[in-house]
């Protein structure tokens, strides 16, 4: 398969209850940094690597995030996107977790396929048909980009190795620890455990399943030192939008 065929899968389906009441009338993904909504930043971002084509995910207030991108929906105002939703919201009732809203989705996804949290700001980071390239080339479950700890997760995620392996660190291991940016490359066979299409609206975390690959050395990693924000509190994203455009 051509890199840039490639879908990539927003998550977009989150309550946002640490950002109320912000989120009561507006889905976090459409929250605006420095002008632009958030999910904004990735769907152009993908788009100049080459992936055009989105699944995104929803529950809260899920329509607004469809009417926010149209019918057609462009990006810069003159590349078209496609973009295709799971809405785990009417169909169920509410989001599914991460793990469970990725199975939901993956009839809409290809055996390999990008991942990234609709609420993170990461405004340089290049989704690269190179970077796609290695990972199909590898017998890897996931790539995951890692950054340092935020003063919100001191303690980090996962581990890696001096050979770039994600690794599930025992608690009393010393060595460092990064936090998961939400960026992965991910092969659909990581999700096995779960109903393909999950019929059922399975809620499920992403962590336990990443965890189990990651004691087989199934899953890869590397640092990202760019710019990197979860803004996961009114306070993030007003100290974001105190920092002027370039």
């Known amino acids: 398969m051509t890199p840039s065929l490639i879908k990539a899968m927003i998550l977009a389906a989150g309550r946002g209850e640490r950002m109320r009441p ?14 632009k909504a ?40 003159s590349e078209k996107l496609s973009i295709s939703y799971s809405h785990e919201g009417a169909d169920f009732g509410g989001a599914l977790e991460t793990a ?20 993170v700001f990461v405004p340089d980071f290049e989704f690269s048909p190179a970077a796609v390239q290695r990972f199909m080339a590898s017998d890897k479950l996931a790539h995951l980009w890692l950054v340092p700890n935020p003063p919100h997760n001191p303690h980090g995620d996962f581990g ?40 059922q609206g399975l809620a499920a975390p992403l962590a336990p399943l990443l965890r189990t690959a990651m004691d087989r050395q199934q899953v890869s990693a590397e640092i990202y030192t760019g710019a990197w924000t979860d803004v996961g509190t009114p306070a993030r994203l007003a100290e974001l939008n105190q920092i002027p455009t370039n």
């Open 160 to 199: 890696l190795s001096a050979d770039g392996l994600a690794l599930n660190l025992p608690a009393d291991d010393a060595a460092p620890r990064y936090t998961y940016s939400t960026i992965g490359l991910y092969r659909r066979a990581l999700f096995d455990a779960l109903p393909f299409g999950n019929p």
């Open 100 to 119: 469970g809203g990725i199975a939901r989705a993956l009839p809409l996804l290809g055996e390999v396929f990008w991942v990234l949290a609709g609420d």
């Open 22 to 35: 912000l989120t009561d009338s507006c889905p976090k993904p459409l929250l605006k940094v420095r002008g």
């Open 38 to 77: 958030l999910i904004d930043w990735h769907a152009q971002a993908l788009a100049r690597g080459g992936f055009s084509q989105l699944v995104i995910n929803t529950a809260w207030l899920g329509t607004e995030i469809s009417s926010h991108f149209g019918l057609q929906p462009k990006q810069d105002g």
